[in-house]
């Protein structure tokens, strides 16, 4: 691909921004369109695997993002009402030493702020804020876009990097099901302050109990603890992250779960919720000129904390796909053949660990630890996270 393709982005998300960098690095004239008026992230943390952070070093932002990071000693399970605890894997230097990259835990907005600032290095008005896409039309030698601001574009190619209710793939696909899982969200993050010493440990936990399971990690190198949560629940089908719900709510969703739990829940300023919506995974992600990654393609559970892991390798391959090829549709012929196959076998794979989790076996104390036992034995925890964790989007061929 001629290097001085216009290519406009839509979505300033952890996706389309690790996208911009890769392609601004390889000379690609990039804009990015964002919906929002300011640039902001959600106030949650996330997990990033070796397979994300190995992405975040080749496109030059790793050493700022370990800066802002907590880098675990390891991972546990925990049983819901006893706290009876498994060693899951070491994380730390074990990540480096197995997988050559940490793992690492941060706030959202801490990665985003970083992607946004290197974008801005590289070419200072590359993101367009205030530009909400509403439509889009391509021709054989470009697409229109337009704004639901008035203002409109041309560009040789367009990414759709719009996030689950991405309107890009609407526009190409139609608006493909969804449905409700039966599984609500929490989320919050507690200032350390809040929480007696004890609970702010270097480790991610996963307490699995009957109907539901709840992740706690730091963030800020322990300044901040954040807690998720699914629990099996039919009554709430909102899928927005910012919908605000009470801690006497929280608590109740969770009833009989160790006392170390329901000091979490209380400790929370202001604990958030939302529905959990699956989709089926995509065959096909691009039609001529415009294409699809991230959350815009292969939305998926949060239960492998894969879901931003995979929008980041998407940018990645995709500018790597883009700068190989001669011509744009073996380049983004090359990006799907590198990613579908991978990005639905995670899809699936979270899928999977919503029953893992949250299985009725681990209702009672005895056959719950036998049910942990058989679960995450070290050949099985091996099988679900390997192939995951040594992926090298840098290298794989396009
Ligand atoms: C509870 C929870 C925990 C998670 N934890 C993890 C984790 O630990 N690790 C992990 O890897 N993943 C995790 N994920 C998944 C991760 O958050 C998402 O997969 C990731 O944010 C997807 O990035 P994206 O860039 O594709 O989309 P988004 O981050 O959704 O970005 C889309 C962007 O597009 C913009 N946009 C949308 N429509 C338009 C439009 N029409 N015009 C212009 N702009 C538009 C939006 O404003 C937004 O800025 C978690 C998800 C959840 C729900």
């Not at 989709?279 to 699809?292: F, K, Q, S, V, Y």
């Not at 799907?336 to 639905?344: K, L, V």
């Amino acid at each position: 691909m001629t290097q001085r393709a216009k290519i406009a982005i839509i979505g300033a998300g952890i996706g389309g921004l690790t996208a911009a960098i890769a392609l601004l690095r390889r000379g690609f004239d990039v804009t990015v369109f964002e919906q929002a008026p300011v640039l902001a992230e959600v106030g949650a943390g996330l997990q990033l695997s070796a397979n994300a952070t190995r992405v975040l070093d080749a496109i030059g932002v790793l050493d700022a993002v370990v800066a802002v990071s907590s880098q675990l000693d390891g991972k546990e399970i925990r049983l819901w009402n006893t706290g009876q605890t498994w060693k899951l894997f070491d994380l730390g230097t074990e990540s480096v030493e197995r997988y050559g990259f940490p793992y690492v835990t941060l706030h959202r907005a801490d990665l985003h702020n970083i992607l946004i600032d290197q974008v801005r290095a590289l070419a200072p008005d590359a993101i367009v804020l205030n530009s909400k896409l509403v439509e889009l039309a391509q021709d054989s030698t470009g697409v229109d876009l337009s704004f639901e601001n008035g203002s409109s574009a041309r560009a040789d190619l367009v990414i759709g990097a719009d996030g689950v209710h991405s309107t890009v793939r609407q526009h190409l696909f139609g608006a493909g099901p969804a449905h409700f899982m039966g599984i609500v969200a929490w989320r919050g993050v507690i200032p350390a302050e809040r929480l007696p010493a004890r609970l702010v440990r270097q480790v991610g936990s996963n307490w699995v109990g009957p109907g539901g399971h709840i992740v706690h990690y730091p963030l800020r190198g322990g300044e901040l603890m954040n807690i998720s949560s699914v629990v099996e629940r039919k009554d709430w089908q909102v899928e927005s992250w910012s919908f605000a719900g009470t801690n006497a709510e929280y608590h109740a969703d969770y009833p009989g779960w160790h006392e170390d739990i329901q000091t979490y829940i209380e400790a929370i300023p202001q604990p958030f919720k939302w529905a959990l919506m699956g989709r089926p995974p995509m065959t096909e992600w691009t039609r001529g000129r415009i294409t699809l990654l991230g959350d815009a393609c292969h939305p998926m559970l949060p239960f492998l904390a894969q879901g931003a892991a995979m929008a980041i390798e998407d940018g990645l391959i995709l500018a790597r796909a883009l700068e190989a090829n001669s011509s744009f549709p073996d380049a983004f012929q090359a990006y799907e053949a590198a990613r579908i196959e991978r990005t639905t076998k995670v899809v699936n794979g979270a899928a999977d660990n919503a029953t893992r989790f949250h299985n009725p076996a681990l209702a009672h104390a005895e056959g719950a630890a036998a049910y942990v036992d058989r679960e995450w034995q070290p050949d099985l925890v091996r099988q679900r996270y390997e192939w995951l964790f040594r992926y090298d989007a840098t290298a794989i061929q396009v």
